[in-house]
């Protein structure tokens, strides 16, 4: 059985996770497999990666084989947080570090495989990552390639970050927690690369100007966890 991690953060997600966990085992699942992070650490820096380390646990306790799909920090979010930069001109974000950014496309059909091939991970799967980490002065400069017009990548201070998120009706402990992904990023928590992803595509994941060419062409998509 797949269990796909709710939109949520902190205790209620863990909770549910644990509530589908235990459904798991007693439908009979021979294997319950979950989609959990690169960063998934219980001293990390960032919300869902600490919830995802627990879950990880209660997986560990539940009594059946597990593989915890340990996917890339999801491309999606680096689109939401590039924003309207494109037209602007101007990313203002709190300092970062380099991401290996993933597309939703490939973590999809890299489940799918691992489903199709039971057993083939037991436990936490290497880091399912693009194969390069870049930087929000790297995504910008991209974009501005893409687009023909220059973008400035502004480094703003994480309060001046915050107070943007809370201003625009954003709850003042979920504003918070995104910046968490900022602060990871900089310790270096979702810097790493690894082909494993790669080897279950057949292919080369999708790289995020590819992902930049559609987004410039359709809506901002939602934040993804």
Not at 40 to 58: G, K, L
Not at 88 to 100: C, E, F, R, Y
């Amino acid at each position: 059985m797949l269990i796909v991690s709710v939109d949520l953060m902190g205790e209620e997600a863990v909770r549910r996770h644990r509530t589908a966990i235990d459904a798991a085992v007693a439908a009979g699942a021979r294997r319950v497999l979950y989609t959990s992070h690169m960063g998934a650490a219980a001293a990390s820096r960032f919300q869902p990666c600490r919830d995802h380390a627990a879950t990880e646990d209660a997986l560990r306790a539940c009594g059946v084989p597990f593989t915890s799909l340990r996917n890339g920090f999801y491309a999606a979010n680096a689109l939401r947080f590039l924003g309207d930069a494109p037209s602007t001109g101007q990313a203002d974000l709190p300092a970062d570090g380099p991401v290996s950014w993933t597309a939703h496309e490939d973590l999809a059909e890299a489940a799918a495989a691992i489903l199709a091939d039971e057993g083939r991970f037991d436990g936490p799967t290497p880091p399912l990552t693009a194969s390069q980490a870049l930087t929000f002065a790297d995504i910008a400069g991209q974009a501005a390639e893409i687009t023909g017009r220059p973008i400035t990548r502004n480094t703003v201070p994480d309060e001046r970050f915050v107070h943007g998120l809370t201003g625009h009706g954003v709850p003042a402990e979920a504003a918070e927690q995104l910046l968490g992904a900022f602060t990871a990023a900089r310790a270096g928590e979702f810097a790493a690369t690894d082909p494993a992803l790669a080897t279950l595509l057949g292919h080369d994941p999708t790289d995020l100007p590819t992902l930049l060419r559609r987004h410039l062409s359709t809506p901002t998509p939602s934040v993804a966890r």
